[in-house]
């Protein structure tokens, strides 16, 4: 089992393939193996790799360290320990937010351009702000089902995530992940939802192509609000997907594979 030490924890990753690095980076409460059509697909014809970030999957539980920002120094440290130069970093949900924290901290130095799977600007509403998927009242409902009935809010998020039923595969994949991630790192993610900032102001400066996508049947957050994100991006393409919900990695792995290929093959 690959791992690596990265500032102080160490996390589980996986390395497929060669040719131009991909580095996928999963959403809260899920892990790497959301990307298992991308990684053993893509690895025909790229270097595939995804980590999962310290406190979910097969990665080390830490007491400390959760924060978007610090999972962003921990994707930096992970480049560099791999030496990955003119990457290109998949974000999904939480992911995107991550690497958008990776931006603003480290620049586009090793960033080749970045992908945005289903996540918009800024998943809290704000009075001038005419998206947002939760407010205060959101939060602190989801925070007491965490600590009171954290397997039945898994089982509400594998149906809410997607647009159809999930399979047995799929549901089992969902409950899996998502019971990696002890409840207190769980809570603390989403007490941080309550502070985090707006990334318009971030989304506006990135200085590499960007890949847009989102879900037709989102539940979570409307598809104008993922597709505003291409709209504040200098250089950006968007994708609609539509039979997918939240999780278009799984829900439509050839489509996403065949797009984001056309996409990379195209800088």
């Given at each position: 089992m690959p791992t690596i030490q990265c500032n102080g924890a160490e996390l589980y990753y996986e390395d497929h393939g060669e040719g131009d690095p991909i580095?996928?980076?999963h959403g809260a409460t899920a892990g790497l193996r959301y990307f298992e059509p991308q990684l053993a697909s893509l690895s025909n014809e790229y270097r595939t790799l995804a980590v999962d970030f310290r406190g979910h999957g097969r990665s080390e539980k830490t007491e400390l360290g959760h924060t978007l920002s610090q999972y962003a120094r921990d994707v930096h440290e992970f480049l560099r320990q791999l030496d990955l130069d003119d990457v290109v970093i998949a974000g999904w949900s939480?992911?995107?937010?991550?690497?958008?924290?990776?931006?603003?901290?480290?620049?586009?130095d090793r960033v080749r351009a970045m992908v945005d799977v289903d996540m918009e600007p800024s998943p809290?509403?704000?009075?001038?702000?005419?998206?947002?998927?939760?407010?205060?009242?959101?939060?602190?409902?989801?925070?007491?089902?965490?600590?009171t009935d954290p397997l039945g809010l898994l089982e509400e998020q594998a149906t809410g995530m997607l647009k159809e039923k999930p399979s047995r595969e799929l549901r089992n994949l969902i409950l899996d992940e998502g019971s990696q991630t002890p409840p207190a790192i769980q809570g603390t993610l989403m007490f941080g939802l309550l502070y985090l900032r707006d990334y318009r102001d971030i989304l506006s400066t990135i200085d590499v192509p960007t890949l847009v996508c989102a879900g037709a049947?989102?539940?979570?957050?409307?598809?104008?609000?993922?597709?505003?994100?291409?709209?504040?991006?200098?250089?950006?393409?968007?994708?609609?997907?539509?039979?997918?919900?939240?999780?278009?990695?799984?829900?439509?792995?050839?489509?996403?594979?065949?797009?984001l290929s056309d996409f990379i093959n195209s800088l």
């Open positions: 580095v996928f980076l939480m992911g995107a937010i991550v690497s958008w924290e990776y931006i603003d901290q480290f620049g586009t809290m509403k704000r009075d001038d702000y005419e998206y947002g998927s939760y407010g205060r009242d959101d939060l602190e409902q989801t925070i007491n089902q965490i600590q049947d989102e539940k979570w957050r409307s598809v104008e609000s993922v597709e505003y994100a291409a709209e504040i991006l200098p250089e950006s393409s968007f994708e609609l997907f539509e039979d997918s919900g939240h999780c278009i990695t799984v829900e439509e792995p050839e489509r996403f594979n065949r797009i």
